[in-house]
């Protein structure tokens, strides 16, 4: 994997690869390049780009200064040979550069909690299958997370959704995809599954698959 000057790093976009930014969701969230999606480099680093990333689909990466190295090590020992390069300078780099950015709209479960009880939206679960089909926000519909860049091309970019998952980080991964994909009404639910509990939201437990296919948050 290359370490890439700016302008290298400008002329590989839009030329088939996908940027990951590593950093930490909340500050990827805050600005990030366009049409980049959020992985955190984390334990699951590896597991989370090979779940959500096609082999054959080459990759730049975008991380802090500080673990640029770290992650170029760590993609050669999982021998990620997809991996083309990464941003020299790191995201201070490209922001410091007055290049242009996008941003992605957090809420917390309060604010979750107000709009789910008096706005329209279709709400998403980006757990997996069974765990969705255990429980979930009521009105939720289901696409587990690494079927998403599938299955997006279904929904409908003019409207307004909001996404939960496990995690801050996987509800990000999700709704980075989402604006990837030119979906501009997005919101992602800023807290994990098991605080979101503590809300108050109703939440359905299903005892068989629900075979519905009205995809609505009313």
Known sequence: ?????????????????????????????EGFIEHSIS???NENFISNVNDLVDEEQKILFVSTEETIA??????????????????????????????????LILIDSDEFAMDYHYDEFYLLDVRPKVEFEKEHVEDAEHIALEDLQQLLSELET???????????????????????????????????????????????????????????KS
């Open 158 to 216: 003019a409207n307004s959704y909001y996404v939960y998952g496990n995690t801050l980080n996987d509800a990000v991964t999700a709704g980075s995809i989402f604006r990837q994909h030119g979906f501009n009404r997005i919101r992602v639910v800023a807290t994990d599954y098991a605080a979101l509990k503590n809300s108050k939201i109703p939440f359905y437990t299903q005892k068989k698959k629900d075979t519905s296919s009205n995809f609505s």
């Open 39 to 41: 992985v955190p480099f």
């Open 70 to 103: 770290l992650i170029i090590e760590t993609a050669k020992i999982a021998g990620l040979t997809n991996a083309e390069g990464i941003l020299s300078g790191g995201w201070n780099g490209w922001k410091n550069s007055g290049e242009k950015i996008d941003l």
């Open 1 to 29: 994997m290359k370490l890439l000057e700016l302008s290298e790093f400008k002329n590989l976009l839009g030329a088939n690869y996908l940027v990951i930014d590593t950093r930490d969701s909340e500050n990827f969230s």
